[in-house]
């Protein structure tokens, strides 16, 4: 069946660190691909998408690029902050269907 | 951002009562989900809908039921509530075809 795999957390980094946060599908056709954020006490918000392969979706200066080939979905930001801190959620949805599947998330601390 | 509340935020419960949480939402999108979110599991679809009185399961749909009578209210009910059913619960609506989710804030649920 359909599913998301992320890399285990918790992931800790200082202020201005590279960030990468490891996302890989399985689904049969053209998935859409997604992250999404959680902070402290809230819902998810969606932090960025894509729909089709080597598309490059980007936000607040988090990117990530749908690689077909290796079925991945990173999620990258060149310089955390310390208000980056969260969990983070890789999903997908399947081009026919209406259910989306999501990782089991990676929380993310920023210390200055 | 999208307008959906959900109702109660917190609620404590003791084993083999019946619970009811509430979905609503503003937007007129036709689809609603429930997930469930634990540790280590990340978000798990217990139900959605698509349509008004048109629902299906999720992955983990035992013990839980739900309702739809109008577009904006999507209910889930716990039957006879048990402490494995202690979590965080969140609604997402989208729209009428699904791409984005975009989610309420939780209700967290303890079960005594």
């Known amino acids: 069946g359909d599913s998301v795999t992320q890399m285990e957390g918790p992931v800790t980094l200082s202020e201005e660190a590279f960030l990468t946060i490891n996302c890989t599908y399985t689904?049969?056709?053209?998935?859409?691909l997604f992250w999404y954020v959680q902070y402290p006490g809230e819902g998810l918000q969606l932090l960025l998408k894509a729909t089709k392969a080597d598309d490059k979706g980007s936000n607040k200066g988090f990117e990530a690029t749908y690689r077909k080939e290796t079925t991945s979905f990173h999620l990258e930001k060149g310089s955390v902050q310390v208000s980056d801190s969260a969990v983070y959620f890789c999903a997908l949805r399947r081009p026919t269907g209406n259910q989306f599947y999501f990782g089991t998330g990676t929380s993310l601390t920023v210390i200055p | 951002d999208a307008g959906i509340t959900q109702s109660p935020r917190h609620k404590v419960t003791e084993t083999g009562t019946p619970v009811t949480l509430r979905c609503h939402q503003t937007e007129n999108h036709r689809y609603m989900y429930w997930y469930r979110q634990d540790p280590g599991h990340g978000l798990r679809l217990i139900h959605y809908s698509y349509g008004v009185k048109d629902t299906d399961k999720g992955e983990v749909s035992d013990g839980y039921s739900v309702s739809r009578s109008k577009t904006e209210d999507f209910l889930l009910t716990l039957e006879s509530a048990t402490s494995s059913q202690t979590s965080v619960y969140f609604c997402a609506i989208s729209e009428v075809r699904p791409d984005t989710q975009y989610f309420g804030p939780g209700t967290r649920l303890t079960v005594l």
């Open positions: 689904a049969t056709g053209y998935p859409s």
